[in-house]
């Protein structure tokens, strides 16, 4: 990933941060939240600018198409339900 963002210093990223049922809303949203920030953190450690990240987290309620911007929105969903942990998107710069 830190290749193709440097490679391409008008792409961006997706942080998605996920959880599962296990547990209070309020303890997975923080989770989400966690794991997300971690992700972040790591790559603005390597040089990536804060402003090409864009976070989002998402607890047990989530349901049904978490982000359009994602063509291969099953095998997201199949990541997710594996790991329970972050999943990262990169987005071409439009030309």
Do not use: H
């Not at 790591?42 to 990240?53: H, L, N, V």
């Not at 994602?70 to 095998?75: L, Y």
Request: with cysteine; net charge negative; proline share 3%.
């Amino acid at each position: 990933m830190l290749k193709k963002l440097n490679g391409a210093p008008k792409s961006d990223l997706r942080i998605l941060g996920y959880t599962d049922a296990v547990g209070s809303g309020k303890a997975n949203l923080e989770l989400a939240t966690a794991r997300a920030r971690v992700a972040r953190n790591y790559m603005i450690d390597r040089g990536i600018e804060p402003d090409r990240m864009l976070l989002r987290v998402f607890g047990e309620a989530v349901s049904g198409n978490i982000e359009e911007d994602i063509e291969q929105q099953s095998e997201l969903e199949e990541i997710r339900k594996l790991y329970r942990c972050v999943v990262l998107v990169w987005r071409e710069a439009p030309e």
